[in-house]
C-alpha cells in the first residue's frame, strides 16, 4: 500500500487529528494498524505524545515527515499541536510556518503567529504580523494589538526574544517534571499599577489543586534563582499557574 493512498485515508486521519485536537484520546487511533510506514509513524509519534514521552513523539514524527508523500502541510500541522503540551512553542511555530509554506491557501500563519507568542518572541509576532496584514487585511490576529505593546516594553527593560523564551522553557520544563496537563489557553496580559508595569504569563493547568499549585510556586522560585536569569527580566515576567477544569 501506498503512503499516498494510506495517507488519504479518511477515517484514519479524522481520528488522529481529532485526538491530537481535542486533547482526546481515541484507543481506536492509537491501535491503529496499517502496512504503510507513515501511517504507523503517525500512530506511534501520537500515542508518544498522550504518554508524554517527547522523544518518542519527536522521532516519530520526524520520520513520518520524511517518508510522506500527500498532506505534508497537515502532518506538520499535527507535529506542531503535539509539541504544544510540553511547551515546545518555539519548534511548532517554525513547523507551522513549514506548513504554511507547503500549502499557503490554507491559513496555517495563524497558529505560527500564537505559537511564537506563547513562546515569548514577541519581536517575531510582529515581524510576521506584516505578513498577517497584507494577507488577511480585513482579520485582526488575536495577537495584533497587544504584541507591539509588549514588544515595546521588552525593548524598554532590554529583554530580548531569547531572554523570555529561555525563561519561558524553564518554567515549562519544570511542568514536564510533573505529571501535569496543561491547555493551550494561555493568558497573556500587560497590566499595570501606578508604580510598574509587567507580563504576565498565566498557565492553565487541568484540575490542579491549590496545595500542587503553591508547591509549583516554590519549585519554580528556588529553579529560576538555580538558573541565574537576570534579575531585571525575573522582576517584569510574572509566570503564575491557574487551575483549569475540563
Given at each position: 500500500?501506498?503512503?499516498?493512498?494510506?495517507?488519504?485515508?479518511?477515517?484514519?486521519?479524522?481520528?488522529?487529528?481529532?485526538?491530537?485536537?481535542?486533547?482526546?484520546?481515541?484507543?481506536?487511533?492509537?491501535?491503529?494498524?496499517?502496512?504503510?510506514?507513515?501511517?504507523?509513524?503517525?500512530?506511534?509519534?501520537?500515542?508518544?505524545?498522550?504518554?508524554?514521552?517527547?522523544?518518542?513523539?519527536?522521532?516519530?514524527?520526524?520520520?513520518?515527515?520524511?517518508?510522506?508523500?500527500?498532506?505534508?502541510?497537515?502532518?506538520?500541522?499535527?507535529?506542531?499541536?503535539?509539541?504544544?503540551?510540553?511547551?515546545?512553542?518555539?519548534?511548532?511555530?517554525?513547523?507551522?510556518?513549514?506548513?504554511?509554506?507547503?500549502?499557503?491557501?490554507?491559513?496555517?500563519?495563524?497558529?505560527?503567529?500564537?505559537?511564537?507568542?506563547?513562546?515569548?518572541?514577541?519581536?517575531?509576532?510582529?515581524?510576521?504580523?506584516?505578513?498577517?496584514?497584507?494577507r488577511y487585511p480585513n482579520d485582526q490576529h488575536q495577537f495584533s494589538q497587544l504584541a507591539p505593546k509588549i514588544m515595546t516594553f521588552m525593548d524598554e527593560k532590554k529583554v530580548s526574544d531569547t531572554d523570555l523564551a529561555g525563561l519561558i522553557n524553564?518554567?515549562?520544563?519544570?511542568?514536564?517534571?510533573?505529571?501535569?496537563?496543561?491547555?493551550?489557553?494561555?493568558?497573556?496580559?500587560?497590566?499595570?499599577?501606578?508604580?510598574?508595569?509587567?507580563?504576565?504569563?498565566?498557565?492553565?493547568?487541568?484540575?490542579?489543586?491549590?496545595?500542587?499549585m503553591v508547591m509549583l510556586d516554590f519549585e519554580l522560585a528556588d529553579k529560576l534563582v538555580d538558573e541565574n536569569f537576570p534579575t531585571h527580566l525575573?522582576?517584569?515576567?510574572?509566570?503564575?499557574?491557574?487551575?483549569?477544569?475540563?
Amino acid at each position: 500500500m501506498s503512503s499516498q493512498f494510506a495517507i488519504q485515508s479518511p477515517a484514519f486521519f479524522e481520528q488522529i487529528t481529532q485526538s491530537i485536537m481535542s486533547g482526546n484520546v481515541n484507543p481506536l487511533m492509537l491501535n491503529h494498524y496499517s502496512s504503510d510506514e507513515c501511517d504507523t509513524y503517525l500512530t506511534q509519534g501520537t500515542r508518544a505524545r498522550f504518554e508524554g514521552n517527547i522523544q518518542a513523539l519527536q522521532a516519530n514524527y520526524e520520520q513520518a515527515i520524511v517518508v510522506s508523500t500527500a498532506k505534508h502541510a497537515h502532518i506538520l500541522m499535527l507535529y506542531a499541536n503535539c509539541l504544544t503540551p510540553f511547551g515546545r512553542f518555539s519548534q511548532a511555530a517554525q513547523l507551522m510556518l513549514q506548513a504554511d509554506d507547503a500549502s499557503p491557501k490554507i491559513n496555517y500563519l495563524n497558529d505560527a503567529i500564537y505559537f511564537y507568542g506563547l513562546a515569548g518572541r514577541f519581536h517575531q509576532v510582529v515581524e510576521l504580523l506584516r505578513n498577517w496584514e497584507e494577507r488577511y487585511p480585513n482579520d485582526q490576529h488575536q495577537f495584533s494589538q497587544l504584541a507591539p505593546k509588549i514588544m515595546t516594553f521588552m525593548d524598554e527593560k532590554k529583554v530580548s526574544d531569547t531572554d523570555l523564551a529561555g525563561l519561558i522553557n524553564s518554567v515549562f520544563s519544570l511542568l514536564n517534571q510533573h505529571p501535569l496537563a496543561i491547555s493551550q489557553n494561555i493568558i497573556i496580559t500587560l497590566p499595570e499599577d501606578e508604580e510598574s508595569q509587567w507580563l504576565h504569563y498565566g498557565i492553565p493547568v487541568f484540575d490542579l489543586s491549590v496545595e500542587n499549585m503553591v508547591m509549583l510556586d516554590f519549585e519554580l522560585a528556588d529553579k529560576l534563582v538555580d538558573e541565574n536569569f537576570p534579575t531585571h527580566l525575573m522582576g517584569y515576567f510574572v509566570p503564575s499557574f491557574e487551575s483549569y477544569l475540563k
